[in-house]
């Protein structure tokens, strides 16, 4: 069930007093958050329920948010204003009760035009004595500064007072880029760095304007927005680790400062110096780690950033754009257009809080959905600026005008409290926000009909067909009912789109006797004959309900059950083409035989399908004793493990490799009649009953039966085992590929249906000789060959018996290998079963060492072949004639007779450029080089990069010295 966000009636928390006018307009109130810390090596800083608020020409306020309660406030000159937040850290010492608040807040005076960072100090002593210092800098850079944070408190023993000190940094970044270190403790200045470091990838000549700034830890960055890759991060001597060495890193985000409307923005990421380095005055030591482009262009924006869940979000005019990172860099996930928007707030990765000038909402940006709302107090036209959103407490902060207000925010109570705020896809069905329509329509293109398109597929759901068909089955029926096969035949060839052949003038028999019998079997031999397509792709399309048709009159369904044993699938046309047609087309499904006889099969329930895959290819073969037209179905009907083992199990009996009284033999499948045979009759059958036979005629004739009997069984086999004709070969080989590809448990259950344990074991051996048969346990390298030199087999083919075989083990189950004995003892075998599996593992095992060497052949002959390729193309390239000042010459190319290298591979040369993202080339510095370098060289030797090679990439020659040294 869908469950939504809820956000409660919006309630002023506290109102602030009224800013005085800067030079450039009208007073603002700039709030920023407050962070606290315990003393500890494993302390962090964490987020405090409460907020800085500065107000120009007034003072700097802090307030707690749950209570609505003022905490401290500081004072400032009249004509001081603040140019960005405030930052508050409040330390507390895990030994003593003292606490100490650290508050900084930068200004510029409007009079003078002096730009000052002044520090607020409180410190609370174990007694409740309050003790207030303030500090102050003038810095003088040319843009004011738009960000104060303090990196990670470090925390020192005070061996006088016996007593925890703090000891931490104040980081600035002015507007132009220019980053200052001071001192927490007196604003002394550390280090100054220049903007030099962003403007590297902005265009030259433009300056640079820092639109967004924070701070994070190294673990942070490296886990959140490079997936855990840490190799950017080579530049400190330490690894880095969350619970160890985790230094300050700083996210910018910047434009040229010289733009249109629209800019291009890049991504900055900056490691601070560490404790180490920060002791060293005066000296810069900011390293630039990464820097990337953002992919879209937008004029005024607002940023947030997740550094933990690697997520960017910007909001500009009324568009939310969402950015996850993929290796450092910023890639477009989601937009979201909400014109109106003013400010946001990041509740969680699928929730966002956007507030207009009337409302505040909660979108899903991943889903683009609206998920709450709520309307705000009609005010004095003022927009709401959200500011912070408190998780723990479920309560965003917003300054609307000179008012602080607060919104509680109810998430769902059956999710756990760390997905409260998470949207799921179920919140946003019916509640998606509407697209808005592209400006510019597609051009009209004039595209030629389709062929495919340009008729309807069959069994079109009209009157007029339906009324046509309803005639044409009725037709049919007429037909089969007058026992008219041609007429019948004509009408379906018409249906299924199959043209019939000229019909031939036949000779008069002038010898055939003229009965009743004879007139019916010829107009059973003049059914016309059908042209059969070349392929079976080539069958075209037909209606569904003629092919029902056609298997409902061409078999029969017996629903009776008073004989248990009675099959329930019969033949009754079995001479006729559009048997042929069902078979060779691939419509005897088990889908298409239940629904043409969905009526009568009702009484079998769920069985039904093992019913008919147990006797289709019992009918097929029994129609067709040569089993041509059970290999044809075999090759064209998608099929279930049901139909495959059955037709396995049959052409085994043939082949009478089933040591089974229930298979079926060979001799019944061949002298067994036909289901709609016509009986004739004979002179004995027409004498009278009362005739007696002697002994010595029923002898004879007993003799007789049997030699005609063998006499079928011989032409039989000699038309089906003969190389031109190697029909059950093919059919085996279709129902081993088909039933290895079925899933491996429904044909595990249906080995163990329809086959007994000593049918199975059969089977494997059959497996077992194809193995042996196709080479697979002949050694590669042997050097002696068979005389017989037979086609090479599939290389798929291993694969096929392995799958098999594991299933035929399977299907066996451990119940059935603890008594195999006793199967073996059936047969009149001398050996037990652990004589046979043991020649079964050894036939694996050979196969498998056959498989190692066909691996080891074939790396080291495509080993060659590349190498080959390689040294012939570079050959070609050398013999090519080069021209010189002088005139035009041919190069003399001398080949060396030497061995081959070890590992077969040649010396590729090291480009001196390479391609950035978005195609642009760049050259590539002495770092890369070096690593390639490396990575071509093993680790005992040396090598160097020499000034010859570095100067040729300004002199444009390709070539590269590496002087190496073992």
Known sequence: MATTLQIHKPYVLKALSHPLDRPDGPGKHTIGEVYGQVSGPASKKRKRSELAVAIDGDSVHLYDIPSAQAITSYLVPPQAYFTCAPYSLRWRSATSKTASRYTYASTQDSLSAKKEIKLFKDVVAEAGNTTSTTATYVHRC?????????????????????????????IAVAADGTLISLAGETLTEKWQSSP?????????????????????????????????????FGVFQEKIHRQGFNPDILVLVTSPEKSESTRQRYLHILALPTERASQQVNQQNVIPIFAAPLPTKTGAAKFQLDVRSGTLQELAEGVLYTYAFNGGIPRLENKLEVPEMTSFLRLSKTSVLAATADSLTIYNPVYRSLQATAPLEVGEGASCELVTYLASREIAVGLRGTSLIAVQIEAPKARTSKRRAEGLLA???????????????????????????????????????????????????????????????????????????????????????????????????????WSWPSKRSDYPQVDRRWVFYAISRVFSWNSSSENPKATHLSCRLAESSVLNYLVDAGHLTISNIKSAFKEKIRELGDQVDNVIGEELPAVLVEVDPAMELLVVYLSSTQTSPSELVTSIKLILSSLDLLNSASAPKLQELVLRPSPNATTTSSEADKQPEDTEMTDDDAAITKQLDQAEQELQLTEYLAATTSSRYPL????????????????????????????????IVCLMNVLRNEMIKDGWTTSYV??????????????????????????????????????????????????????FLNYFQNEVSVALEGLNETVRLQGMIGEATNYAKRANTLLSAAAKPKASSEGEGTAVVQLSAGP??????????????????GGEIVQRSMRQIGMFVSKKRRGYEVHRISEEGLLSKGSGRPSLVVQEAL
């Open 142 to 170: 040319a843009k004011p500064v738009v960000h104060l944070s303090a990196t990670s408190v470090r925390t020192s023993r005070d061996t006088l007072t016996n007593q925890d000190t703090p000891a931490h940094d104040v």
């Open 196 to 232: 030099s470091i962003l403007t590297q990838e902005l265009p030259s000549n433009t300056g640079c304007h820092v639109d967004f700034v924070q701070p994070a830890l190294a673990a942070d960055v490296i886990d959140g927005m490079f997936g855990g890759k840490n190799e950017l």
């Open 427 to 529: 919140d946003s069905i019916r509640r998606g926000l509407p697209r808005a329509q592209p400006t510019q329509k597609r051009g009209h293109i004039e595209l030629p009909p389709s062929a495919i398109l340009a008729e309807a597929l069959p069994g079109t759901m009209t009157e007029e067909y339906l009324a046509q068909l309803a005639a044409d089955t009725a037709k049919a029926d007429e037909y089969l009912n007058a026992n008219n096969l041609k007429g019948f035949e004509e009408l379906l060839a018409g249906q299924f789109k199959i043209q019939l052949k000229a019909k031939k003038e036949k000779k008069e028999n002038k010898d055939k006797k003229v009965n009743s019998t004879t007139e019916d079997k010829t107009e059973t031999l003049d059914l016309p004959e």
């Open 728 to 759: 059950r070969a093919r059919g085996l080989s279709a129902a081993f590929s088909k039933l290895s590809a079925c899933p491996s448990l429904p044909t595990v259950q249906t080995l163990r249906r329809l086959l007994t344990t000593e049918e």
């Open 782 to 835: 042997a050097d002696e060959l068979p005389e017989e030199e037979q086609e090479a087999p599939p290389d798929g083919s291993i694969k096929l018996i392995a799958d098999l075989l594991s299933r035929c083990i399977d299907a066996v189950g451990l119940g059935g290998w603890m008594g195999f004995d006793a199967v073996l003892a059936s047969w009149g075998s001398q050996q037990d079963a652990a004589e």
């Open 900 to 917: 081959l290298p070890l590992g077969l591979k040649t010396e590729e040369k090291i480009g001196l450029e390479r391609v950035r993202g």
